[in-house]
């Protein structure tokens, strides 16, 4: 079982032609409602791929947190460990999308909801592995410290952070800490990416990677840096192309060398942009094996 914990989002998604050169009135091409957040859209990934995964966050007590526990349901993914805090408001975000697929997005979050402080009960037993998001940094602490403790994989999606003692402690933790390119700036200081991940290597030798979108992702292991290109693809949505990737790769990292596993990610969710529908829509195991034979073979830098 992949448990994937952090925070979850209702994403009310605006279509638009382009987005202007200064603020205008603009009349919008659609309206969609959808699930959002980094470590729910990764349970949808890994349930696509053929997966056994379960979703643990916060929910608030309200028709949002209906809709997002219906969607669930439909996709067999179980919450039954998440939280619900009464009278409170689910978190939001409010996206706005181009016809290129590029998006800016505005996120509420409301105090009550991100501060209630009850742990879920999570099971650390044999066969158990992690997906965090550190938006939830206590959390996803505590799920490092755990997964350590058992020897059990905790893949950590570090991108929208704020750099702090749990923050470090959980990169330190975890079994495969992966971050943004943003997130890296954020982490080493704006140290160049190479130089980065020898680094974080030299402080605490294990793996660490990097994603670029679409030039692709860095990783280094076992002393050795290595690369792999994203593959030429039509983009049609990339709203959650990251957090398939984290989720494919906790689903092959499971099974596969790291190498294979970042590759097999890599092709998941480069097929992710050019699908349009959110979690509604997501490749599956044979679409990601069909479409790996288009990549070019990681190299060693």
């Known amino acids: 079982m992949i448990t994937c914990v952090g925070p979850i989002f209702l994403d009310r998604v605006v ?6 050169e200064k603020p205008i009135k603009m009349v919008a091409n659609g ?3 959808r699930l959002g957040g ?12 053929g997966g056994n995964v379960e979703f643990i966050g916060r929910f608030g007590s309200d028709d949002a947190a209906d809709f997002l526990k219906s969607e669930f349901i439909k996709s067999g993914i179980p919450t039954l460990k998440s939280i619900t805090v009464q009278d409170a408001q689910t ?21 009550k909801l991100i501060n209630e402080k009850t742990m879920p009960i999570f099971d650390f037993s044999i066969g158990q592995s992690y997906l965090v998001d550190t938006n939830w940094i206590e959390a996803a602490h505590y799920v490092a410290v755990h997964c350590q403790n058992n020897k059990l994989n905790c893949v950590v999606d570090l ?7 749990l923050l470090e402690e959980v990169v330190n933790l975890s079994s495969h800490p992966i971050f943004s390119e943003i997130g890296l700036n954020r982490y080493t200081n704006n140290t160049p990416i190479i130089e980065a991940l020898k680094s974080l290597y030299q402080s605490n030798p294990k793996f660490y990677a990097v994603t670029q979108g679409s030039k692709g992702v860095y990783w280094i292991d076992n002393g050795e840096i290595f690369h792999c290109d994203s593959p030429l693809v039509e983009v049609k949505e990339t709203n959650g192309a990251g957090d398939v990737f984290h989720g494919a790769f906790a689903h092959f990292i499971t099974t596969k060398p790291i190498q294979e596993a970042i590759e097999l990610a890599t092709a998941t969710a480069s097929l992710k942009c050019t699908m349009i529908g959110g979690i509604n829509n997501l490749p599956n195991s044979n679409d990601v094996a069909e479409f ?3 990549l070019q073979p990681s190299r060693k830098i």
């Open 15 to 20: 279509k638009i032609d382009r987005f202007p």
């Open 159 to 165: 991108d929208n952070f704020s750099n702090s003692t």
């Open 91 to 111: 978190s939001q975000s409010h996206i706005f999308e181009d016809k290129k697929g590029e998006r800016m997005l505005a996120v509420f979050n409301e105090d």
């Open 38 to 49: 980094p470590a729910p859209v990764a349970s949808f990934a890994i349930s696509s791929l």
């Open 31 to 33: 309206l969609e409602k």
């Open 292 to 294: 790996s034979n288009k």
